[in-house]
C-alpha cells in the first residue's frame, strides 16, 4: 500500500478536477452506446421472432404491429435481424479494435521506449501500412485468405495498427523524455518495466478516446465489407449485409435496407459523441 | 541551401518516398495473391485436370520458376501494362481495365468538379462566423456524414430520389455522355452519394486550415486596424492559408478510391472499383493485383501531391 502512495505523483501529468460536468450530447452518446453494448449481449435472447424465421411469405412487407420494422427480401422480421445482427457487427468489431490497439501501442511503447533506429524503422513501416487505403487493403486480404470471421477480425485489427502505433508513439515519446522516467532509466529498470509501469498509466486517458474512434473506423470498415458480399457470410449477418440482401427492396419503396443502415449511424455518431465529450478532453 | 535547391530535393526524397511505398505495395500485393491461394494452374483447370495438363499450363504461366524470379517477372508487366488474363474470362486484364476506367474516371471527375467548390464555400463560410448557428449546424452535419457508413448515404438517396420521387433511374449500367441530359439523369445519384462525405471532409479540413491562420498575430493586428468580416477572411487569411486548403483538397479527393468502391456497387457503376470488388468475389487474381496497384498508384500521387502542396506554399518549409 505505501507503495503505492510513493508512487502517486508519477502517475499524475495533470491534475484535473475530479468530476467534470458531461454535456447533454455527451449523455446522449453514453446511452446509445451503452444500449447497442446491450443488444450486442442479450439481443439474441430478446428478439421477438427468430432472427432466421421466415414470417411473411410475400417478403418485403409493411411496418405493422408485430412486425414494427416490416419484413426483409426472404420475409424475414428487420427488427428481429438487427437486434441479432447487433452481435455479429460489434463484436468483430470490438476484437479488431483491441487487437489494433494492443499490437499497435506495444510497438509504440517500445519504439518510444527504446527508441534508435528501431524506432525509426517502425515508423517507416507503419507510414507504408497506412498509404494503402483501408478498404482496398480489406479487398485484398480477403481475396487472397478467404473469408472468415477470424480473417476479417485480423484484417480489420492489422489495417488500423498505424494508426494506433501514431497516436500511442507521439503520447508516450512526451511521457518518456519526463524525469521520472530518466529516474527509472537511471535505478537501472528493465524495458518492459518502464513501458508498462512508467510510460502506459500516464498515456490512458487520450488512448480511451483513440479506441473509440478506432472501434467507429473498425466497425465502418467490416460492414462495408459485408456490404460489398465480402464480409460476414449467410446464415449469420451483421448489418452491413443486410443492407446489401435488402438492396433490391429498395426500388419497390421497401424500407428493409435503410433500418440496418441507419442502426450503424446511430451506432457510429454516438461513439462519436461519446468520444468528443469525454470529460477531460480538450476541445 | 539555396531555396531553389531546397525545393528540389524535397520533391525528389518525397517522390522517392513515394516510388519505394509503391515498390513495397507491390511486393504485399503480390505475396498475398500469388503465394498464399495456393496453386492458379489447379485453380483454372478444375478438379478433373491431368498431371500432364497442369505441368504444362504451370510452365506456360511460369509457375515452375522461384517466387522471386515470378515477382520481377510480374513486375515488369506491371510497368509495361502487360498484367496477364482474368483467369474468369481469359480476356486481357488490360482490355477489361481499359474498358472500364473512362466510366471511373468520369465520375472521380465529375464528382470533384461537384464537391470542391461547394465543399471550399461551405468551409469558408463557417470559418468567416465561428460559433454561428450556421457553423454550428454545418459542423453536426458534416460530423454525422462523416461518421455514417457510405452506403447508408447511397441508399437512403435512391430510396429518396429514384423511388419516392422518380426523378433519376436507381442503377446506372452504362453512364451517358451523348446528351446532357442523359449524363445528368445517369450521373446525378451515384455522384451526389460520392459526394457527401468528400464535401464533408473539405468543409472541415478548409474551416480549421482557415481557423488556424485567422488566430495568428498578424489578423488580430488587421483587426484592430479595423478590418472585418470577409474582407479579413478573404485577403488577409485565406492567401496564408491556401497550402493547408490544397492539401486538404487532396487528402479530401483520396476518399474517393474508397467511397467509389461502395457507389459503384449500389449504383451497378461499370467502374473500375465494382470491377474490382467482382474480381475478389471470383478471385480473380491478375485482375485483384492490376487493379489494386492502380488504385493505390492513384492514393500515393494524391497523398504526394497534398505533400507538396502543403510544402510549396509553407515559405518556411521551402527555406528549409
Known amino acids: ?78 427488427l428481429s435481424r438487427i437486434m441479432a445482427g447487433a452481435q455479429t457487427t460489434v463484436g468483430p468489431a ?56 477470424p480473417v476479417l477480425i485480423c484484417t480489420a485489427g492489422v489495417i488500423y495498427v498505424p494508426g494506433a502505433f501514431r497516436i500511442w508513439r507521439s503520447l508516450a515519446v512526451n511521457v518518456n523524455a519526463m524525469d521520472y522516467v530518466s529516474v527509472a532509466r537511471e535505478r537501472g529498470e528493465g524495458m518492459p518495466y518502464i513501458m508498462r509501469r512508467e510510460i502506459l498509466p500516464n498515456l490512458l486517458g487520450p488512448v480511451l478516446a483513440d479506441c473509440g474512434l ?69 476541445r | 541551401m539555396r531555396p531553389a535547391l531546397a525545393v528540389t530535393g524535397f520533391l525528389l ?25 495456393g496453386d492458379v494452374a489447379g485453380a483454372v483447370l478444375g478438379q478433373s485436370a491431368t498431371p500432364e495438363a497442369l505441368a504444362a499450363l504451370r510452365a506456360s504461366m511460369h509457375l515452375d520458376l522461384p517466387a522471386s524470379v515470378r515477382y520481377l517477372h510480374w513486375l515488369g508487366g506491371m510497368v509495361t501494362g502487360d498484367v496477364g488474363h482474368s483467369l474468369v474470362n481469359n480476356r486481357p486484364v488490360s482490355e477489361l481495365i481499359g474498358s472500364r476506367l473512362p466510366n471511373s474516371l468520369l465520375l472521380a471527375g465529375a464528382a470533384t468538379a461537384f464537391c470542391v467548390p461547394i465543399g471550399l464555400l461551405l468551409g469558408i463560410c463557417s470559418a468567416m462566423r465561428p460559433t454561428s448557428v450556421f457553423d454550428r449546424v454545418t459542423s453536426v452535419a458534416t460530423l454525422s456524414i462523416v461518421a455514417v457508413p457510405e452506403f447508408f448515404i447511397g441508399t437512403l438517396a435512391v430510396l429518396v430520389f429514384a423511388v419516392n420521387l422518380r426523378w433519376f433511374p436507381a442503377l446506372t ?57 470577409a474582407r479579413l477572411v478573404l485577403f488577409y487569411a485565406l492567401p496564408n492559408a491556401l497550402g493547408p486548403i490544397a492539401n486538404a483538397l487532396a487528402l479530401s479527393l483520396s476518399h474517393l478510391l474508397g467511397g467509389a468502391i461502395i457507389i459503384e456497387t449500389i449504383f451497378n457503376f461499370p467502374g473500375l472499383a465494382k470491377l474490382l470488388v467482382d474480381a475478389v468475389s471470383t478471385r480473380d487474381m491478375p485482375l485483384v493485383q492490376a487493379c489494386t496497384m492502380l488504385f493505390c498508384l492513384a492514393y500515393l500521387i494524391l497523398g504526394t501531391l497534398a505533400d507538396i502542396a502543403g510544402m510549396l506554399a509553407n515559405p518556411r518549409l521551402r527555406a528549409s
Open chain 1, 1 to 78: 500500500m505505501s507503495s503505492t502512495v510513493e508512487r502517486e505523483p508519477a502517475h499524475v501529468v495533470i491534475k484535473r478536477p475530479r468530476r467534470m460536468p458531461i454535456p447533454l450530447l455527451g449523455w446522449v452518446g453514453i446511452v446509445v452506446v451503452a444500449f447497442w453494448l446491450i443488444m450486442a449481449v442479450f439481443g439474441p435472447m430478446l428478439t421477438p421472432h427468430p432472427a432466421g424465421e421466415v414470417i411473411d411469405p410475400d417478403g418485403f412487407g409493411p411496418m405493422v404491429p408485430g412486425m414494427w420494422l416490416g419484413s426483409d427480401v426472404l420475409g424475414r422480421d428487420v
Open chain 1, 94 to 149: 470490438i476484437a479488431a479494435t483491441l487487437l489494433a490497439v494492443f499490437i499497435g501501442g506495444t510497438l509504440a511503447l517500445a519504439a518510444a521506449a527504446v527508441g534508435g533506429w528501431i524506432d525509426t524503422a517502425l515508423s517507416r513501416t507503419m507510414d507504408a501500412v497506412i498509404s494503402v487505403p483501408s478498404l482496398l487493403f480489406g479487398l485484398v486480404a480477403v481475396a487472397a485468405l478467404g473469408v472468415s470471421v
Open chain 2, 173 to 229: 449500367l452504362s453512364p451517358r455522355i451523348d446528351s446532357v441530359e442523359g449524363f445528368f439523369r445517369s450521373m446525378t445519384l451515384p455522384v451526389l452519394s460520392l459526394s457527401g462525405i468528400i464535401i464533408a471532409q473539405i468543409m472541415r479540413m478548409t474551416r480549421a486550415a482557415l481557423l488556424d491562420v485567422l488566430r495568428r498575430p498578424y489578423v488580430e493586428m488587421a483587426r484592430l486596424k479595423g478590418v472585418v468580416g
Open chain 2, 13 to 37: 526524397k518525397r517522390l522517392l518516398f513515394a516510388a519505394g511505398t509503391l515498390l513495397a505495395v507491390s511486393l504485399a500485393v503480390f505475396a498475398a495473391t500469388e503465394i498464399l491461394p
Open chain 1, 214 to 282: 478506432r472501434f467507429v473506423f473498425a466497425v465502418l470498415l467490416l460492414s462495408s465489407l459485408s456490404f460489398l458480399g465480402l464480409g460476414i457470410q449467410p446464415p449469420d449477418a451483421d448489418w452491413g449485409s443486410m443492407v446489401r440482401e435488402n438492396l433490391p427492396g429498395l426500388i419497390y419503396g421497401a424500407p428493409a435496407a435503410i433500418f440496418p443502415a441507419a442502426a450503424l449511424a446511430t451506432l457510429t455518431i454516438g461513439v462519436n459523441l461519446l468520444v468528443d465529450n469525454l470529460p477531460g478532453r480538450e
